[in-house]
C-alpha cells in the first residue's frame, strides 16, 4: 500500500493560481499512473487529470485542459497539479489517487475512480469572484 497526502488547497482569486502537491509514502510511485480527481458534496468524484501507467502519457479532462497541468517529480515522490486561471467552478476538495496494480489498455479507464487503488483525504480549494 501507499499513503498520498495532498497539500497546497487554500483561498484564491479567480484568475489566479495555486499548486497542489500528493506527496507518497511506503512506495516509489514513478512508475504507477496517478490522478487528480475533484469532488463537491453530493456530487460524484470528477476526473481532472492523470499520468497514464509508466508515465507513458498525461490526461485532462476538458474543462482544466490548458489551464491545468499535472507533473511530478520522482526524486521527491511526489505529483503536483499546477491550476492556472482558476475559475469559481473548480472550487472544491481535490484528491489524489494511485493506481498501483494495473496498467490499462485505454486511457478512459485513467478517468475512472475505480481505477485507483489508493487514494488521499484531499485539499480544499477556494475561489472567490
Known amino acids: ?10 483561498l484564491v482569486q479567480a484568475g489566479g493560481s495555486l499548486r497542489l502537491s500528493c506527496a507518497a509514502s511506503g512506495r516509489t510511485l514513478s512508475m504507477y499512473a496517478m490522478g487528480w480527481f475533484r469532488q463537491t458534496p453530493g456530487m460524484e468524484r470528477e476526473f481532472v487529470a492523470a499520468f497514464t501507467w509508466s508515465g507513458g502519457s498525461t490526461l485532462y479532462s476538458d474543462s482544466v485542459k490548458g489551464r491545468f497541468t499535472i507533473s511530478r517529480d520522482n526524486a521527491k515522490n511526489v505529483v503536483y497539479l499546477q491550476m492556472n486561471s482558476l475559475k469559481p467552478e473548480d472550487a472544491t476538495v481535490y484528491y489524489c489517487a494511485a493506481d498501483l496494480s494495473k496498467d490499462y489498455s485505454h486511457d478512459y479507464y485513467y478517468t475512472l475512480t475505480t481505477s485507483y487503488d489508493s487514494w488521499g483525504q484531499g485539499t480544499q480549494v477556494t ?3
Not at 1 to 10: D, H, T
Open 1 to 10: 500500500q501507499v499513503q498520498l497526502m495532498e497539500s497546497g488547497g487554500g
Open 127 to 129: 475561489v472567490s469572484s
